[in-house]
């Protein structure tokens, strides 16, 4: 069996890229536990400072294997709710990650591609990108990523693109709040690839407590927002990447 994910660290960036091209990166199991381990392997190894994941070929990915899907057919509700849990254990694994994870769109991102693709930090795109979540046109639900869309893009924008199965161009899911950042197609590994050197060399400390106190205020009220973030703040203030960084933007 061809090796699901192909990981590649260079330079602090731990790429993992969907390796199905043949079936548009279909995810089926193989690919969930090669998602799982990349991510573990993003936590537990210090050189790595950012993760990105992308597709192999012409599409980053074009949402669960179907061929598992219809199998799910014929198993119980509970076999199937912990088939959901293991994908939806990607989704945690992303969030609780104190290193940003970037996902790096071209071609199509569909269903639970685009859901995966949602659920990362970042979604850069190239303009000829298109996003959309057309479970419903199969007679299914997109549950488990609805949890990042309706966070992304509001209730009205979320349930159109889940009620309809509508596709979006990258410049529309940008408009919308899907996507983080648009290039030319001619453009766009350049542009990509410079932005996430960029964030690979900014202080990990400081993007590990930011991307930790962004979700941590999801569902926070103001009040205790703010008393959230002043403990972020005053933790930041006692950094080493802190005193360093200061101390060297003073000398200019």
Not at 26 to 42: F, H, K, Q, Y
Not at 111 to 134: K, R
Not at 159 to 169: I, Q, S, W
Request: with cysteine.
């Amino acid at each position: 069996m061809t090796e699901r994910i192909a990981a590649a660290l260079v330079d602090g960036v731990l790429t993992g890229t969907l390796n199905r091209p043949e079936k548009k990166n279909a995810i089926d199991s193989g690919m969930i536990d090669g998602l799982a381990a990349l991510l573990e392997r993003a936590e537990l190894e210090a050189a790595v400072r950012v993760v990105v994941v992308r597709g192999a070929g012409k599409d980053f990915c074009a949402g669960m294997d179907l061929e598992e899907l219809l199998q799910s057919a014929d198993r119980s509700v509970e076999q199937n709710r912990a088939a959901a849990l293991r994908f939806g254990g990607l989704f945690l694994q992303m969030r609780s990650l104190p290193k940003p994870v970037i996902a790096v769109v071209h071609g199509r991102a569909l269903a639970g591609g685009c859901g995966l693709a949602t659920a990362c930090d970042l979604v850069l795109a190239a303009e000829s990108a298109q996003f959309g979540y057309p479970e419903v046109q199969r007679g299914f639900v997109p549950a488990l990523v609805m949890n990042m869309l309706r966070r992304a893009v509001g209730e009205k924008i979320a349930f159109d693109l889940a009620a309809t199965g509508r596709l979006m161009t990258s410049r529309e899911a940008e408009r919308a709040g899907l996507v983080s950042r648009v290039w030319p197609d001619a453009d766009f590994e350049a542009g990509a690839q410079q932005l996430v050197r960029t964030i690979a060399g900014l202080s990990p400390t400081a993007l590990a407590l930011t991307k930790q106190q962004l979700y941590r205020l999801d569902g926070v009220g103001f009040e205790e927002g703010i008393h959230l973030s002043a403990d972020v703040n005053a933790v930041s203030r006692t950094t080493a990447d802190f005193r360093t960084a200061i101390a060297a933007f003073l000398k200019k």
